[in-house]
């Protein structure tokens, strides 16, 4: 029997699980470690387009892109009040040997930081994906129940001038990279 419907593929290029989320001062490659993650975590990257059409039958001739978005969502299950203020993108944060506080409200700023995901793939190769500036998403939800305590986090990608060594970017290269370590 011949085998169909089978397209070509490289097991090499599989890869599954969430990988480590770094959050950090814009500017600069983070450091901070945002823990343990359930679920997935997900990149989506949108791209408005206007599209030109013309004739009769009218007929696409050409598309312009009129808006581009990056979104990296993940959810968190550690209590840490650090990451909460980095989704929240603002709040005055107090860390002490004996007793942690996050106090929010009245700030119309949003604070930028700098986001890195790191990746292991089954072959030993490294994803790694940049949001060279970025600010929480503003919302986040608990729910105290029977279940773990679960952070959304949501970091939406800024356009940015400079990368995180402080390298100049072009236009279209301003809101995130992906690179792909072979070992």
Do not use: C
Request: glycine fraction near 12%; proline fraction near 3%; aromatic fraction near 8%.
């Amino acid at each position: 029997m011949t085998w169909r419907n089978v397209p070509q593929y490289n097991t090499e290029n599989y890869s599954f699980g969430q990988g480590v989320l770094y959050v950090g001062a814009a500017g600069a490659t983070p450091t901070v470690d945002i823990g343990a993650i359930r679920g997935d975590a997900k990149l989506v990257v949108t791209r408005t387009l206007l599209e030109v059409l013309q004739g009769a039958p009218q007929r696409l001739t050409a598309q312009f892109a009129t808006k581009e978005e990056a979104i990296l969502t993940v959810t968190s299950i550690e209590w840490n009040l650090q990451n909460l203020q980095y989704a929240l993108g603002a709040g005055e944060l107090t860390l002490g040997a004996g007793e942690d506080n996050i106090a929010f409200g009245g700030d119309m700023s949003v604070d930028n930081v700098a986001v890195r995901t790191v990746h292991s793939m089954p072959t030993g190769h490294t994803i790694e994906l940049y949001l060279w500036k970025a600010q929480g998403g503003g919302e986040i939800n608990i729910t105290f129940g029977d279940d773990l305590a679960e952070f959304p986090y949501t970091f939406k990608a800024l356009h940015a001038g400079s990368d995180l060594a402080g390298g100049t970017l072009a236009d279209n290269k301003s809101l995130f990279k992906i690179r792909r370590i072979k070992s």
